[in-house]
């Protein structure tokens, strides 16, 4: 039998189609690869020594399977100030003169004319109030209300940029901070101005709350006021300069303040989510042998000393302690307040506590990991992100890109996996070494 050789170009034609499909074929493989198999696909390239094309797999896998659980809201953005509600409710964020907020399932935003210098949200997020800058160091002040997407009128004049205030979250109250006193307005039917002059509803609020209520350690020393609007109308207030701040309750009525005996190390509180974050633990569909994900939260009921951490309870976490001997403490505060056992902490750049399992999302060089704060023990998950806050919508991540992204499902145990799979890898692979000589 003889072949004809009257078209080499059909010969090579064919051949390329035979690659085509072949490849196709692979991809669509690759597509149909059960988590076990390609797990099973990525440690055995690893055993033969093939290390970047495990890595690439890897990151190709975990890319996959974040476009497929996140929706970009802003691409090739730059956020600021990415905060969420101290109970968890609604998150929000600035960008340029945009106030953005989004809760369980919509997300809403509004031009305020002028760059947003900061802002902060009521307790649940029904309201917030904004500064925007005017001139010098001097900011204009706009009150949101996030539950009708509308702007509250009033006749505050500027404010100090420095000085962030705080409204009420039954919107009634506005609470702002001039000479080192902290003021009460009453917004009059929450809709209505906010009278400069006015007196509160109640005879028996105060109008004012004045510096002279304040401890003072170092008295040469400028000290500032930090508000967080907490309850209906309560405020915790961290009140000191650098490194040391003590911390005052204001229940919401009358003019007590109730002051907690340990000093800060930061005048910031980090909020706590009550969603439920755990990733899944089922094994994966075809697995033999239980996989690496990390263990669920134990539901026995828990010990005389673990509740002495407020894990259950709390409703915020602080810093406390001196440079190198930093310590989280939950706060948990109603009629009054009450804080827990100290646990020694690094400054994380980023934290939230997750209840459900007693365990805190924290960021670290642009990746994400739970942290264990009673064993220290770190897990990585399976995203990079620049910032990040988990709310009642899902976990809000701004990635490498600068992209804002909303990821509303669990993490799996094969993106565990996948993640503790890459951090076992060398650093260099081989392959690499051969080529640097």
């Given at each position: ?6 078209s080499?170009?059909s ?6 189609v035979?690659i085509h ?5 692979l991809?669509i493989f ?8 390609s ?11 093939k290390i ?5 797999r ?15 809201l ?6 600021v100030?990415l ?8 998150a929000?964020w600035?960008?340029?003169s ?7 399932s919509l ?8 760059k947003?210098a900061s802002?902060?949200?009521s307790f649940?997020g ?10 010098d160091?001097?900011?204009d002040?706009?009150?949101?209300d ?5 702007r509250?009128q009033?006749n505050?004049g500027?404010l ?10 039954d919107g009634?109250?506005l609470?702002f901070?001039k000479d080192n006193?902290i003021?009460?307005?009453?917004i ?20 004012v709350?004045t510096?002279?209520q304040f401890s003072?350690?170092?008295k ?14 309560g ?19 009358g ?5 907690e005996k340990t000093t800060?190390a930061k ?6 989510f ?11 569909a075809?697995d ?7 263990d669920p939260?134990?539901t026995?009921?828990p010990?005389r ?32 307040i009450?804080?827990g056992?100290a ?7 980023k934290?939230q ?11 670290k ?5 739970y942290?264990n704060p ?8 399976p995203v990079?992100a ?7 919508g ?9 992209n804002?992204?909303l ?7 094969f993106?565990?996996?996948?993640v503790?799979i890459?951090?076992?890898l ?12």
């Amino acid at each position: 039998m003889m072949l004809s050789l009257r078209s080499p170009i059909s010969w090579i034609t064919s051949i390329r189609v035979v690659i085509h499909w072949t490849i196709l074929a692979l991809a669509i493989f690759r597509c149909t690869q059960t988590p076990t198999e390609s797990l099973t696909e990525i440690q055995t390239w690893i055993q033969e020594g093939k290390i970047e094309q495990a890595r690439q797999r890897i990151a190709e896998l975990l890319t996959t399977s974040n476009q497929e659980f996140s929706e970009t809201l802003i691409a090739r953005a730059k956020p600021v100030d990415l905060q969420v509600s101290l109970n968890g409710d609604l998150a929000a964020w600035s960008q340029g003169s945009q106030f953005h907020f989004h809760d369980a399932s919509l997300w809403q935003q509004m031009d305020l004319d002028k760059k947003i210098a900061s802002f902060q949200l009521s307790f649940s997020g029904k309201y917030a109030a904004v500064l925007v800058q005017n001139k010098d160091q001097l900011c204009d002040l706009e009150l949101i209300d996030t539950t009708s997407n509308s702007r509250i009128q009033h006749n505050i004049g500027m404010l100090p940029c420095q000085n962030q205030p705080v409204i009420s979250d039954d919107g009634q109250i506005l609470y702002f901070i001039k000479d080192n006193n902290i003021h009460f307005h009453q917004i009059a039917g929450n809709a209505t101005q906010l009278d400069l002059d006015g007196q509160i509803a109640h005879e028996a609020e105060p109008t004012v709350i004045t510096q002279n209520q304040f401890s003072r350690k170092y008295k040469k020393l400028q000290y500032n006021i930090y508000l967080y609007q907490i309850n209906q109308r309560g405020w915790l207030a961290f009140y000191g300069t650098g490194g040391y701040y003590q911390l005052y309750f204001y229940p919401g009525s009358g003019n007590k303040l109730i002051p907690e005996k340990t000093t800060f190390a930061k005048p910031a509180l980090f909020t706590i989510f009550d969603g439920s974050t755990l990733t899944e633990v089922e094994p994966l569909a075809t697995d033999k042998e239980p996989n690496n994900a990390p263990d669920p939260v134990d539901t026995k009921k828990p010990s005389r000393a673990k509740d002495s951490y407020l894990f259950a309870s709390a409703l915020a976490f602080a810093y406390s302690g001196g440079a190198g001997q930093r310590q989280l403490l939950a706060l948990k505060f109603t009629d009054d307040i009450k804080r827990g056992t100290a646990m020694r902490s690094p400054v994380w750049p980023k934290l939230q506590f997750i209840r459900d399992r007693e365990e805190f999302m924290i960021l670290k060089n642009n990746e994400l990991f739970y942290w264990n704060p009673l064993t220290q023990k770190k897990v990585l998950l399976p995203v990079i992100a620049h910032d990040f806050v988990l709310f009642a919508g899902g976990l809000l991540y701004r990635d490498i890109n600068q992209n804002l992204n909303l990821r509303k499902k669990a993490f799996t145990p094969f993106e565990i996996q996948l993640v503790q799979i890459r951090e076992g890898l060398p650093k260099e692979s081989k392959d690499s070494q051969r080529l640097n000589e």
